[in-house]
């Protein structure tokens, strides 16, 4: 095929092709800012709202704490009442628990005599307990008793042994000097 069309107009025929390329991709690129600016537009749209509607959750939670903190501030002062008084109870020391712990400690052939508690007892202070025995085996095993005991901080020692007849059965009296600890009741 003889092409008979003159240079400047196959020029121009090339150009036009061109600027129609140019302008179908220009129209691309306007229409592609334009979706984005529409989708960023909306965005922002939607986030204001919701930024919007959860300021105002927060400002009815705000009120509703308001009503709300002198009650807890009451919790607070009761909850620390109460840790007061715990601390309290856990330094009350129950004379009967002690006697009861005492009393299974006693081997078969003793019995206790004089015994005196009170809070200096459970201070560190050394306490005397008298007791009576059938013989002085029945001595031994109630020292050992004692000194293996939680009950009393060791050395458990005889202070003094004697005869007696003050209880029927139980002529061995001795004098025992321990330590009470208060962990071990």
Same mark, same amino acid.
């Given at each position: 095929m /003889? ?8 020029d121009?025929?090339k150009?036009a092709?061109?600027?129609?390329? +140019?302008?179908? &991709?220009?129209?691309?690129?306007v229409?592609?800012?334009?979706? /984005? ?9 939607v986030?204001?709202?919701?930024m919007?509607?959860n ?16 009650t807890?501030q009451?919790?607070?002062?009761l909850?620390?009442?109460?840790n007061d ?6 330094q009350?020391i129950? &004379? ?7 009393g299974?400690l006693?081997?078969?052939?003793t019995v206790l ?9 459970f201070?560190?202070k ?5 007791? &009576? ?6 001595? *031994?095993l +109630?020292?050992a ?8 901080i060791?050395?458990?020692? /005889? ?5 007696s007849q003050?209880?029927d059965? &139980? ?5 025992i ?5 208060? *962990?071990?009741?």
């Amino acid at each position: 095929m /003889i092409n008979l069309l003159a240079t400047e107009r196959k020029d121009e025929i090339k150009a036009a092709r061109v600027n129609v390329i +140019l302008v179908r &991709y220009t129209t691309i690129v306007v229409m592609a800012f334009l979706f /984005i600016g529409g989708a960023l537009f909306v965005s922002h749209a939607v986030l204001t709202d919701t930024m919007a509607y959860n300021e105002s959750i927060i400002e009815s939670n705000d009120i509703k704490a308001d009503v709300y903190s002198a009650t807890q501030q009451q919790i607070n002062g009761l909850s620390a009442k109460l840790n007061d008084t715990k601390a309290i109870l856990n330094q009350e020391i129950r &004379y009967s628990q002690v006697l009861v712990n005492l009393g299974q400690l006693m081997p078969p052939g003793t019995v206790l005599g004089d015994l005196t508690l009170n809070t200096e007892s459970f201070s560190g202070k050394s306490t005397e307990i008298k007791a &009576y025995a059938k013989s002085t085996d029945e001595v *031994a095993l +109630l020292q050992a008793a004692f000194q293996n005991s939680p009950l009393f901080i060791p050395p458990v020692t /005889i202070k003094d042994t004697g005869t007696s007849q003050e209880i029927d059965g &139980y002529p061995v009296t001795l004098t025992i000097s321990v330590i009470l600890n208060r *962990a071990g009741i």
